[in-house]
């Protein structure tokens, strides 16, 4: 019974090129948040998702950002035209309905570095 | 503004002995407050958590203490063990918005053998 799983664990990027980072939940988990985490900072939430659903995307910058996730396949959140600020370790979580009893599931996370 | 806050960024402690963390809040309407261990290069796991209706959880060597008048909260490990050197979490969420947890930035704590 695999984790959250995300790919790659670590991806380098030019400036202006486009990053796509991806999530599959665990088995069962149809919600799927993404958080970023800047060096020395605790995580921040990005969005959450549900199948084919944004339901919350209020920690996303309001450019250069999209998620989604899809019917079939993992959630897929995409960058484009990255900077150097955008360098930052990348979770994904994903949780039951219950998830404040449970708690969310995280991911080992994605390293982006923007060079 | 931060909402929530680990200001103790690191903490050492004696295997066998007890670890307290703190964190404290500003936003009186959190109603539910998570904690989370992170190893280096790895995603966040979930430890336990505390319902804002309740001031004590307990689950085996971790017990989380809510003290809703001072907005502070503790986790408390007791004994420690070497194993449990990491980075702690605090985390807060607000019933009605599912997937916002705020955290806070983390408290490296070292038990030393």
């Known amino acids: 019974n695999a984790g959250v799983m995300q790919n790659p664990r670590h991806l380098v990027r030019r400036r202006g090129q486009e990053a796509r980072l991806r999530c599959s939940p665990m088995k069962g988990h149809s919600h799927v948040y993404w958080y970023r985490q800047l060096p020395e900072e605790g995580l921040k939430f990005m969005v959450y998702l549900q199948k084919e659903n944004i339901i919350d995307e209020s920690g996303m910058p309001k450019e250069r950002f999209s998620a989604e996730f899809p019917k079939e396949g993992p959630s897929i959140l995409r960058i484009q035209q990255v900077v150097r600020g955008d360098s930052a370790a990348y979770f994904c979580?994903?949780?039951?309905?219950?998830?404040?009893?449970?708690?969310?599931?995280f991911g080992s996370g994605t390293r982006l570095t923007v060079v | 503004d931060q909402q929530v806050k680990q200001n103790s960024p690191s903490l050492s402690v004696q295997e066998g002995r007890i670890s307290i963390l703190n964190c404290d809040y500003t936003n009186s309407m959190f109603d539910y407050f998570l904690w989370y261990k992170k190893y280096p290069a790895e995603g966040p796991t979930f430890l336990i958590s505390i319902s804002s209706i309740k001031d004590k959880n307990e689950d085996g060597r971790f017990t989380v203490f809510l003290n809703k008048s001072a907005k502070h909260l503790s986790l408390h490990i007791v004994p420690s063990q070497p194993g449990d050197s990491a980075v702690y979490f605090c985390?807060?969420?607000?019933?009605?918005?599912?997937?916002?947890?705020?955290f806070g930035k983390g408290t490296k704590l070292s038990v030393k053998p």
């Open positions: 979580a994903s949780s039951p309905w219950d998830y404040q009893t449970y708690g969310y599931t």
């Open positions: 985390a807060a969420s607000f019933g009605g918005s599912q997937g916002n947890l705020i």
